[in-house]
């Protein structure tokens, strides 16, 4: 199948500061690709859609400004999380939707916010 | 509101047992419905169904749609401890480049020695 990756898979970081996590479709172009934010034993919860060359579309109490998105070509989409804080921490999963409209997911980031 | 309802949501059974999973869904613009696996980390994509009543096959796995009665079932034969995990299944729909998956809640499996 497909393959996505993400950087990093885990990664802890100080309160106040930013961290930028890559999605990355290896072997295929990737019309769109979403984030996504999973709590323990919970489902995944959509945080936005991206298309390449344009603005990411944000679900309902997502905010913008806190998680930039960045797509910037057809394998490669960032997630920033800004000034993050104790309560953003998760595990991010982006995953790549190809042309046939099968949508594959990278590994995961674990990220932990002290 | 598209809706994707997965039963049961939690399923014991034992090695060598066969188990259907089940998942309903009511999508506007259906396109196509896909089941993943997932284990400790991000889901792993299993099927992609579009067309109805033509089943897919994995190994072990298998998979068919019905877009008349709006459902899709996950066949597990020989089941083994390795298949124990969470199977999601999950509706998509066409329109323009509004694409969104719908998940179900999933059905977490225990396969036991």
């Known amino acids: 199948g497909a393959v996505v990756s993400q950087h990093p898979s885990r990664v802890i970081c100080k309160s106040g500061t930013s961290v930028k996590i890559e999605c990355r479709s290896l072997?295929?172009?990737?019309?769109?690709m979403f984030w996504y934010r999973q709590f323990p034993k919970q489902s995944l919860m959509l945080m936005a859609t991206?298309?390449?060359?344009?603005?990411?579309?944000?679900e309902q109490g997502v905010e913008k400004d806190k998680f930039l998105i960045n797509h910037a070509s057809l394998t490669l989409s960032t997630l920033t999380v800004t000034s993050a804080h104790p309560e953003d921490s998760s595990f991010y999963i982006c995953?790549?939707?190809?042309?046939?409209?099968?949508?594959?997911f990278g590994p995961g980031t674990r990220l932990t916010v002290t | 509101e598209d809706k994707v309802v997965q039963s049961p949501l939690s399923l014991v059974v034992h090695e060598g047992d066969t188990v259907t999973l089940n998942c309903s869904y009511e999508?506007?613009?259906?396109?196509?419905l896909l089941w993943y696996k997932q284990e400790k980390k991000a889901p792993t994509f299993l099927f992609m169904l579009?067309?109805?009543?033509i089943e897919k096959k994995s190994g072990r796995l298998s998979s068919i749609l019905d877009k008349k009665e709006l459902f899709s079932i996950l066949n597990i034969t020989a089941t083994q401890t390795g298949d124990s995990a969470v199977y999601l299944c999950?509706?998509?729909?066409?329109?323009?480049?509004?694409?969104?998956?719908?998940f179900g809640k999933g059905t977490l499996l225990t396969v036991n020695p």
């Open positions: 995953s790549a939707r190809g042309i046939g409209g099968e949508q594959y």
């Open positions: 072997d295929f172009q990737a019309t769109t």
């Open positions: 991206s298309n390449e060359g344009s603005k990411a579309t944000y």
């Open positions: 579009t067309s109805s009543g």
């Open positions: 999950a509706g998509d729909k066409s329109g323009g480049s509004n694409y969104k998956l719908t």
């Open positions: 999508v506007t613009n259906f396109r196509s």
